[in-house]
């Protein structure tokens, strides 16, 4: 039987793959890894605690409704990191403004996180999957100093290490530092996330797409024809696909880079821009895609080339296997 290899391990091992080897994306990822932990205690037992599962009774910058999870992690992820040490600023979907730390320490810290820390909030009360998604950049502004805005609004192909929690039907954490894609899966009896998905691939080609159809009469004419595409009875031997959207865009991303599949959230009359974020939710997913040999664009470019303008900025998304990328791409020029 093969040695169980905990994410430490793991991450101690190819600590020398990552550019700046200093043990400090080490600890971070650590950090991480102990905040999903929490977090996951904490959604397991949502039903079972007052005061966890609902709405917090607050909307966020972007309008939406602060459920209560939402903000437990999402202090719990701050908490984290502030006391880390290797962070000088986060900003995430919950906080109107990015969050320069205070203190010696922090400014002296190299690193800047984004992330959602519970993406999927419309499925938090229904026991559905949900997740926590991050994004690590190396800063910009000058070490010992407070971090700034244009340390958080970095191009996604500058991200060092990229990743993503899923709270599941068990809880894994997915990561890539450019040199591929793991995943780890949490074993609950000695709480350590072990490695079960060793240089994930997403395949070339699948047969699921994933869109919130109710959509589908306020999007663009190129992708009700890639749709149509996907439910035709004999265009391929695939054919028809499943139609399979979790609401959940981790659940999605996730099943898609096992089973291979397409994820999209277009740009519709009712959301112009699209839905989801850039910063914490589209570049993650789109460096993981990539790296395990998908793609992630707008319709029309590149996500990870888009220079963002601001912290809480929505782009068009499709993600997904490299195949059906390109099919749907060409319908939409
Ligand atoms: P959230 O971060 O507020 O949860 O919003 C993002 C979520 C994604 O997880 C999911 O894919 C999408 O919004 C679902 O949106 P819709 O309900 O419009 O289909
Ligand atoms: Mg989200």
Redesign the pocket.
Known sequence: MSKTMTLNEFILDRQAEFPFATGELTRILGDIALASKIVARDVRRAGLIDNILGAQGETNIQG?EQQKLDVIADNQFIKVFKHGGEICGIAS?ENDDFVAFEGEQAMNGKYVVLF?P?????NIDVNVSIGTIFSIYRRVSPVGTKATLEDMLQKGTEQIAAGYVLYGSSTMLVYTTGCGVNGFTLDPSIGEFCLSHPDMKMPVDGRIYAM?EGNIKICEQGLRDYISYCQEADATPLHPYSGR?I????A?FHRNLVKGGIYV?PDTTLHPEG??RLLY?CNPLAFIAEQAGGQATTGRMRVLEIKPEKLHQRVPYYTGSKNMMDKAMSLLK
Do not use: A, R, T
Not at 118 to 122: A, C, E
Not at 247 to 250: A, D, F, K, P, T
């Open positions: 939406e979907e959602d519970l993406d999927g909030s419309s919130n959207y609401g959940s865009l981790v999605d959230y839905k989801l939710e």
